[in-house]
């Protein structure tokens, strides 16, 4: 009795083996070619930086700033808004804060930057 259970599990699992790569494959080959273009896009420096902040120089001071490119992938190029300029000193001074307004067309105030809630 006990052979016949074993030959049994043994056929359950000869069979799970044989189906895996079957079932592995359609899984693991697209996330695979999409990790190999985003590795090789990436190494090739193809499209637009989605950091929100990009280092620059200002009066000789390192500082960061917006990227303009920021909102490219989401809109026609002539729809494109930008805020108003503004730069940020990457070490924050001893005893202050940081305030960040994040959102949309109204943080930004959008169309004018005098009306806004971040002023």
Not at 5 to 25: E, G, T
Not at 55 to 70: A, D, E, H, K, V
Not at 75 to 91: N, R, Y
Request: aromatic share 14%; glycine share 6%; net charge neutral.
């Amino acid at each position: 009795m006990g052979a016949n259970n074993n030959s049994s599990i043994d056929a359950r699992v000869s069979r799970w083996h044989s189906w895996l790569p079957c079932i592995a494959f359609p899984i693991v080959a697209p996330v695979a070619l999409l990790a190999l273009t985003e590795v090789a896009l990436r190494l090739f420096q193809v499209g637009y930086s989605t950091d929100l902040m990009e280092p620059c120089t200002i009066y000789g001071q390192p500082s960061s700033s917006y990227n303009l490119f920021f909102a490219a992938p989401y809109f026609p190029p002539g729809m494109i808004k930008t805020p108003q300029l503004f730069s940020i000193d990457p070490v924050k001074p001893k005893g202050t804060y940081r305030i960040f307004v994040l959102g949309e067309s109204a943080a930004m105030a959008d169309p004018d930057f005098a009306y806004g809630s971040s002023r």
